[in-house]
C-alpha cells in the first residue's frame, strides 16, 4: 500500500470545480512534481491534502487511515506537513517560538520536543543562530528556511512545499533542496509545487501534469524532463529553448 492514496477526488470553491476526479499515489520513498500552467490545479490539491479544502467526493488516504474529511490541524497531527506559498509565519514571534507551534501536534510528548528542536536546528544552523530573532527581521531565504523547519518540527509522513524557490537567490534554492533530498532518505515523502519546471524535475522521482484541475500526465520526472514537446503542450511553454533553461513559470 502506498503511503498516500487519492482517489477520484473532486473539490471546488463555491460553484466553481477546481479539481476533477483527481487520482494519485505517493510511496514513503517518493518525491513527487506536480506540474501545471496557471489555474491548474496544484495549490488546491496541496490545500486539499491538508484540509484546508474538502473534497466533495473521493478519497485520500494516508498511511492506511482516510484523511479526507478532517479538519486541517487534525490532518497534521496524522503526519501531513504543508509548507505554504507566501510563507505565513508568525512575524511578530521569535523564530523558536515559531518552531514551537510547529510542535504543536506532537504537545503531549513533552519529551520529544527538545530532540525534534535540535534536529532543526542541525538541518538548519543558521536558525539556530537567530532563533531570538522576531521572523519579520529575517531575509526572505531564512523565512523560507523558517517555514520548512517548522513544518518538520511535527515529524510529518509526507511533506508539501509549494513555491519553495519563489523569490530566492539560487544559493538559498540549493540548500533547501539538499535539504529535502535528506528530509527524503530519512523517510519522509515530499510533493514540490515549483515555479521552475526543471528544477521541480531535477529534484523529483516522478511527476503529475495537472490542467484545468485533472491530472492529464503522469511519468518519470526524468523521461518528462527529456520531453520538452510534452511539457509545452501542457505546460503553455516554447519548444526548445524555453524549456531547457529556468524560464517556464508553471505558477498555480
Not at 106 to 126: A, I, N, S, T, W
Not at 178 to 205: K, P, S
Not at 216 to 234: F, K
Amino acid at each position: 500500500m502506498a503511503l498516500l492514496e487519492v482517489t477520484d477526488v473532486t473539490a471546488a470553491y463555491g460553484a466553481v470545480t477546481a479539481l476533477r476526479g483527481i487520482t494519485m499515489q505517493v510511496e514513503a520513498h517518493e518525491r513527487i512534481a506536480l506540474l501545471g500552467a496557471n489555474g491548474a490545479g496544484k495549490t488546491t490539491t496541496l490545500r486539499m491534502l491538508s484540509g484546508l479544502v474538502s473534497p466533495k467526493s473521493g478519497t485520500v488516504v494516508l498511511d492506511g487511515k482516510r484523511i479526507d474529511r478532517l479538519p486541517a490541524h487534525k490532518v497534521v497531527g496524522h503526519g501531513v506537513g504543508h509548507v505554504p506559498e507566501g510563507r505565513e509565519l508568525f512575524p511578530d514571534l521569535g523564530v523558536e517560538e515559531n518552531l514551537r507551534y510547529g510542535y504543536w501536534p506532537r504537545h503531549k510528548d513533552k519529551g520529544g520536543y527538545k530532540r525534534q528542536l535540535d534536529m532543526v536546528y542541525e538541518m538548519f544552523p543558521r536558525l539556530k543562530e537567530r532563533r531570538r530573532q522576531h521572523a519579520i527581521t529575517l531575509s526572505g531565504g531564512e523565512q523560507q528556511m523558517l517555514v520548512v523547519a517548522r513544518a518538520l518540527m511535527s515529524s510529518p509522513k509526507l511533506l508539501m512545499c509549494d513555491e519553495l524557490s519563489l523569490g530566492l537567490a539560487p544559493k538559498i534554492v540549493s540548500q533547501l533542496y539538499e535539504i529535502l533530498a535528506a528530509v527524503n532518505e530519512q523517510g519522509t515523502a515530499v510533493i514540490i509545487v515549483e515555479q521552475f519546471v526543471h528544477t521541480a524535475l531535477r529534484n523529483t522521482d516522478r511527476a503529475y501534469v495537472l490542467e484545468k484541475g485533472q491530472i492529464v500526465v503522469e511519468g518519470r520526472s526524468s523521461e518528462l524532463a527529456d520531453s520538452p514537446e510534452l511539457l509545452a503542450a501542457y505546460l503553455g511553454g516554447e519548444v526548445g529553448e524555453g524549456l531547457d533553461t529556468e524560464t517556464v513559470a508553471a505558477v498555480h
